[in-house]
């Protein structure tokens, strides 16, 4: 099978490629963050937008309150207020893995084109927190998740899932393998956090000019 970029993204978040179901969360973008341990649930209060406005306050079995979790939306369905390709199969599904309604995203069309969701409603953004749980069924295929520059619509960070192995892309177009963390593990909600700071953006979590951290499930790249 040729493999296909998943054009998922939030204007800071693409999400790329890849073969098989996918699922996806995208937590409120801001300045105080909690790693949880685990996606089902969530502890203390936070506002999600969904496409509604909500505040949960007890921890919710199956959930993960997102500004972006996609509880309002049917099964069946593209998620709403989200861009996405119309060619691609997309959808939102009831469960997986005790997780409850979660965006599923099979790489199964046509050789061409770019397969995905995109969110541009909270970006541009000159620094922040993105995060997001995602789980997969290959580490052989090419899943990404990339920001772009909304001027000139440049990828500036490519995360992905290449070759058994977690690996970014500069600018530049360099490929590199993200230090510290463990290897990508099918079958399994994975946390990612990548916390950024653009060129002369107010400071921010100690982070230089132009500078970005991956976390993955608590384990940190360094900067």
Known sequence: MKHKKLTFSIVVLVLLGLGGSF????????????????????EGE????????????????GYYPATYGFDNDLDGTKPQDWVSNPGADI???????????????LDNVATSGWPGIIQYSEFPRTHGTIEFWVRFNSTSEY?????????????LL???????????????GTLLIIPNVKDPVINTW??????????????????????FVITIDGISSGE
């Open 158 to 172: 490519r995360v992905s899932v290449e070759a058994g192995k977690w690996r970014y892309r500069n600018i530049a």
């Open 23 to 42: 699922g996806f969360f995208s937590p409120a973008i801001n300045t105080e963050n909690e790693n949880n341990a685990a996606p089902k649930a969530s």
């Open 91 to 105: 959808q939102v599904i009831s469960e997986i893995d005790s997780h409850k309604n979660v965006v599923e995203i």
């Open 143 to 155: 899943l990404q998740f990339a920001s772009r520059d909304t001027i000139n619509n440049e990828v």
């Open 46 to 61: 936070i506002t999600i937008v969904t496409p509604e406005n909500k505040t949960y306050t007890e921890p919710m079995s």
């Open 190 to 211: 994975t946390h990612i956090k990548i916390d950024f700071r653009c060129n002369s953006a107010p400071s921010y979590l100690g982070l230089g000019n132009d500078r």
